[in-house]
């Protein structure tokens, strides 16, 4: 009887033949994807092979989001050189400074149950939402994977995780996230393949399983997967049009390592600087005065996302500065229907759509010497959002509307 984890499936079927844990194999790739900022180097990499070409136009996604649209001339000249390549290659799947942020965009249109994804970008693990063996690699095997169709993987050990009960309230994807990392730290899960299980389904929607997902690779996992559910099937189906098909373990497999996280007995989180892994319960930092707020990122940038803040914020102003971004075209066109984009507008964000912005230091909200940051993205190293002398922490979506109205950090009940 085959008793195979959804890591082995997968590999399995991209390698062609039965893997475990440890094996060097030579996977197939459904999916290579680049954006502007890694892009660049993709194609000086294909340049300098003499190998300017793809596998198949149909299996790479190219998205500006990183500096978009460019903050300067270094950037604009850098997406004509990659608009170029588009137009020279004929590449179809290419979004332009108007559409969203990668990793958003390959969850809406593009990842699949069982697929291997690899993009010049840490954080790829996202598709990981949706069920697919998705992993950030470095411009140099990108841009073989873009050629030959093929990379080469290590089979990392599969570490079961469990989400049982529902979700209590204002605990989302962050938090989950936020949990795995202060019990187990960042490196802990060096060289495993994250795989969850949702034991209702419907109780963590795909918006909370692509932030845990996106901050997989906080934790050092070479992939972090939701177990394909009925919860992909309606997501896809919804986003889509159409049905997918589940990939999911074998009933019989086994893990070296499991752990369970009882929904309903968390509480906010917090990730304080400069670690991602330095986590405290949001009350234990409450109190802490701040600067900015930052919502959005290809970490919190959906459509829940801006729901919640815009229940806590609605009929109020903020204290500190508030920058919201919305990850993709899409999910601001349906927060603009809403009413959530208005809500936060008049409670005085700044609010724009698709771009990385703030969450790297490269514009749109970077940190000055001395600020301190409050926001949804996925990192909080020291420099990440600016300058050295700033400190960023990390949290989900209502404890970062409710810091932004008070103008330190918070939580929900304490501004409402």
Not at 40 to 69: C, N, Q, R, S, T
Not at 107 to 117: D, F, H, L, R
Request: with cysteine; net charge negative; charged share 20%.
């Amino acid at each position: 009887m085959s008793s195979q984890t959804l890591t082995e499936k997968i590999l399995s079927r991209a390698s062609g033949k039965t893997v475990t844990e440890g094996d060097v194999i030579e996977a197939a790739v459904d999916i290579v994807a680049f954006h502007d900022l890694t892009g660049y180097h993709v194609i000086e990499v294909m340049e300098k092979a003499g190998m300017v070409k793809v596998f198949d136009k149909g299996k790479i996604v190219i998205a500006f989001d990183h500096l978009a649209p460019p903050p300067d001339v270094r950037s604009a000249e850098i997406q004509g050189n990659i608009r170029k390549f588009v137009k020279d290659v004929k590449i179809p799947y290419f979004y332009d400074i108007n559409v969203g942020i990668l990793h958003e965009l390959l969850v809406e249109k593009y990842a699949q149950p069982g697929q291997v994804i690899v993009a010049a970008d840490s954080h790829t693990t996202t598709s990981g939402a949706l069920g697919a063996f998705a992993q950030g690699m470095g411009a140099s095997d990108v841009a073989a994977a873009a050629i030959t169709g093929k990379t080469w993987l290590v089979v990392p050990s599969s570490f079961k995780v469990t989400l049982e009960g529902e979700p209590a309230k204002w605990i989302t994807g962050k938090d989950v996230a936020l949990k795995l990392l202060g019990d187990f730290k960042a490196e802990y899960f060096n060289g495993k393949s994250i795989e969850v299980f949702v034991k209702n389904p419907s109780a963590f929607p795909m918006d909370y399983r692509a932030t845990t997902s996106n901050m997989g690779i906080e934790m050092n996992a070479d992939a972090l997967m939701f177990v394909p559910d009925s919860e992909t099937l309606r997501y896809v189906k919804q986003m889509r049009g159409y049905e997918t098909k589940l990939v999911t373990p074998d009933s019989e497999a086994r893990y070296p390592e499991e752990y369970t996280i009882e929904l309903n007995k968390m509480e906010p989180l917090v990730a304080a600087p400069y670690s991602v892994d330095n986590v405290k319960t949001a009350g234990e930092v409450q109190g802490t005065p701040i600067d900015q707020v930052y919502i959005g990122s290809c970490t919190n940038g959906r459509l829940s996302d801006f729901e919640i803040a815009a229940r806590i914020m609605k009929g109020k102003k903020v204290k500190s500065r508030c920058i919201a971004i919305p990850a993709s075209y899409e999910m601001f066109k349906e927060a603009l229907e809403r009413g959530y984009i208005n809500t936060l507008f008049e409670a005085g964000c700044i609010v724009t759509y698709g771009t990385c912005g703030p969450c790297l230091g490269g514009h749109f909200g970077v940190a000055g010497p001395g600020e301190v940051i409050l926001s949804t993205s996925s990192r909080n190293f020291r420099g990440r959002m600016g300058s050295n002398e700033s400190k960023t922490y990390l949290s989900g979506p209502a404890v970062a509307a409710a810091s932004a109205i008070a103008g330190k950090i918070s939580l929900p009940g304490d501004v409402e």
